[in-house]
């Protein structure tokens, strides 16, 4: 069956970063576009970011332009989200998806991975 599996959550002090990846198996990755939405206590899950199959497009949300950036690597089945200059409005709980179409929106992703928290300190 499908597997999304994401790593690289923890503690971190503002200002500082972390590396997100998500594998993927049990799928064509390379013929799905990917997303990592994050979800704070008490709040609706949201996007983050997205990238097409072939990594050529990519997309993320205003509150975190230019500071995180999404990337995939085919070849292992794994897509990233490096995330810099981190706030500690950026504390959740974040999670990779998989869709058949180039999207934001939550509810067209076909596959979901279980999350993994970041927590940002001040």
């Known amino acids: 069956q499908v597997q999304l599996v994401e790593s690289g959550g923890g503690l971190v002090q503002a200002g500082g970063s972390l590396r997100l990846s998500c594998v993927a198996s049990?799928?064509?990755?390379?013929?799905?576009?990917m997303g990592w939405f994050r979800q704070a206590p008490g709040k609706e899950r949201e996007f983050v970011a997205r990238i097409n199959w072939s990594g050529g497009s990519t997309d993320s949300a205003d509150s975190v332009k230019g500071r995180f950036t999404i990337s995939r690597d085919n070849a292992k089945n794994t897509v990233y989200l490096q995330m810099n200059s981190l706030k500690p409005e950026d504390t959740a709980v974040y999670y990779c998806?998989?869709?058949?179409?180039?999207?934001?929106?939550?509810?067209?992703?076909?596959?979901w991975g279980q999350g993994t928290q970041v927590t940002v300190s001040s």
């Open positions: 049990g799928l064509t990755f390379s013929s799905y576009s």
């Open positions: 998806a998989a869709a058949n179409t180039y999207t934001s929106r939550a509810r067209f992703y076909n596959y």
